[in-house]
């Protein structure tokens, strides 16, 4: 039950309608009896650094999840950023410090790791192919390539974007081939679609879809809707397929650790960190 001495959490993004964090949060902090709720806020992306400036005002907000489009914008609007978020260049959690500063990092790609592990699906010597470069797709580069993957193919509208992001995993990891593709994803292990293509109905595919085949696993990024029409097109063709929902199953745990809280500490504030 919400109260007046209940924390806030956030949600932040444009659109909002389809993120599944304040469930699964809400969920974490009633099963726990942590005092806090979590709640989505729409900020367009114009209003973005108005949008921070109303967060940081909230002197019980303790931190707040940033998913599209505003992951790399708020990475140069936070304070301090983790190690990940550094190498990434975009944040998806951020936490307010005991001082009010805001630090951030990017826990996507070790949720989606995380997510594939939990499901069976094992990554390590395996060829990778992502549709799209932006802060969820290097998310999950860097992340996959921690976790021993062998190749890496990255496909995206700029072409420029996608071969900065394959050198930077190549400068971290040395030993992960990468390559720009094309939008054929054969020849790889597992398809990724890492683009907000597939939120709404009528968008296209990020990728040809047409072309995957068995023993490959397509997967998602997005959480809403739960099974999307890129998933639908590849179990129609015989893929396995792996939905967005495991990406935020599988970062629940690491986000709830950088906020400070756990089942045996209830409610943590900022000032306490």
């Known amino acids: 039950m919400v109260a007046g001495n209940s924390r806030l959490y956030a949600i932040i993004g444009d659109p909002i309608a389809h993120v599944r964090t304040p469930l699964v949060f809400n969920a974490y902090f009633a099963a726990h009896e942590i005092a806090a709720v979590c709640v989505p ?5 114009e209003d973005l650094a108005a949008g921070m400036a109303g967060l940081k005002a ?11 489009p505003h992951k790399a914008r708020v990475a140069q609007m936070v304070e301090r950023l983790g190690q990940d978020g550094a190498l990434v260049g975009a944040v998806n959690t ?55 993957i062998r190749a890496l193919t990255v496909f995206n509208r700029t072409r420029e974007r996608a071969e ?7 400068a971290a990891f040395p030993a992960v081939e990468v390559r720009f593709g094309t939008r054929d ?15 709404e109905p009528g968008d296209g ?23 999307t029409a890129l998933l639908r097109a590849a179990a129609a063709r015989g893929c396995a397929i792996h939905q967005g929902k495991h990406m935020l199953d599988g970062q629940r745990d690491l986000m709830m650790a950088y906020f400070g ?13």
């Open 58 to 68: 909230i002197a019980n907000l303790d931190g707040f999840i940033v998913t599209a």
């Open 205 to 227: 595919f990020s990728f040809d879809v047409a072309r995957a085949e068995p023993p490959m696993l397509v997967a998602e990024v997005l959480m809403k809707p739960e099974t």
């Open 185 to 199: 994803p054969r020849g790889h292990d597992i398809a990724v679609n890492a683009t907000p293509l597939g939120l």
């Open 41 to 45: 806020i729409h900020i367009r992306p």
């Open 261 to 273: 809280l756990a089942p045996d500490v209830g409610t943590r504030s900022a000032a306490a960190r």
């Open 94 to 148: 951020v936490r307010r410090e005991a001082d009010g500063s805001y630090s951030g990092t990017m826990l996507d790609g070790h949720g989606f790791v995380a997510g594939l592990a939990g499901a069976g699906h094992a990554v390590r010597g395996r060829s990778i192919y992502i549709a799209g470069a932006g802060g969820a797709a290097a998310a999950l580069a860097f992340a996959l390539a921690a976790a021993g």
């Open 164 to 170: 900065d992001l394959l050198a930077r995993v190549k």
